[in-house]
């Protein structure tokens, strides 16, 4: 029984591979696209790249009305923190001679404290503005994600100070400044994004 380019068939006339034995799974994977039919596992493989093609496109697209003053209010909340953090770190220790923030250490000045603080709470904002960012884009709920997700980083955050060694009100009032700075920053961008979409969460749903 001669074969063919796609095994062998019972016609009689002798094909390309005429000979030779039937091609391989591997070989017949190279045939024309036109001549291969659909499978299931193929089909999946593409709705996945198009899926994530339309993530791509959705997360790229900045002319959401959402996003601008998701990231304005992000922005100055983020330099507001900062600037709340510096000024509350030299009061504290001016004032009371609280050794906050704790991570600092107790040879660590004043100043140097205070920056540091500082930057982590620019950072730490910017960071929940880019993960409201990314769950508008991607979730069916960001504001309730959101706020989960920014809890939990809040509750972490506050419990880490009880971790170290250090004297009990430079780790009490360093837990108590986390909390309200972070609470403070979740809750204004959960409002910001639920305020600038008209009440409704992603996609339609409530």
């Not at 006339?13 to 070989?27: D, I, K, S, T, V």
């Not at 809040?154 to 419990?159: A, F, N, P, R």
């Not at 920053?185 to 305020?195: C, E, G, I, K, S």
């Amino acid at each position: 029984m001669p074969d063919t380019p796609f095994g062998r068939y019972p016609g009689g006339l002798p094909g390309r591979h005429a000979g030779r034995p039937a091609p391989r799974p591997w070989q017949r994977s190279f045939r024309c696209p036109s001549t291969v039919r659909a499978r299931p596992a193929e089909a999946a493989q593409v709705a996945r790249y198009q899926d994530f093609v339309a993530l791509h496109e959705e997360v790229s697209a900045g002319h959401d009305p959402v996003l601008r003053p998701l990231w304005l209010t992000g922005l100055a909340c983020a330099l507001m923190a900062a600037g709340l953090a510096f000024a509350v770190v030299l009061g504290v220790r001016g004032v009371f001679g609280v050794q906050v923030p704790v991570f600092a250490g107790r040879h660590t000045g004043a100043g140097a404290a205070a920056t540091s603080y500082a930057l982590c709470a620019f950072a730490g904002t910017v960071q929940a503005t880019a993960l409201m960012h990314l769950l508008y884009a991607t979730a069916a709920r960001p504001v309730r994600a959101f706020a989960w997700i920014g809890g939990l980083a809040v509750g972490v955050v506050s419990l880490l100070p009880l971790a170290l060694r250090a004297p009990l009100d430079a780790v009490l009032a360093t837990a108590a400044l986390d909390m309200v700075g972070g609470t403070v920053v979740v809750a204004l961008l959960a409002a910001v994004v639920a305020a600038a979409s008209g009440g409704a969460f992603r996609r339609g749903r409530p």
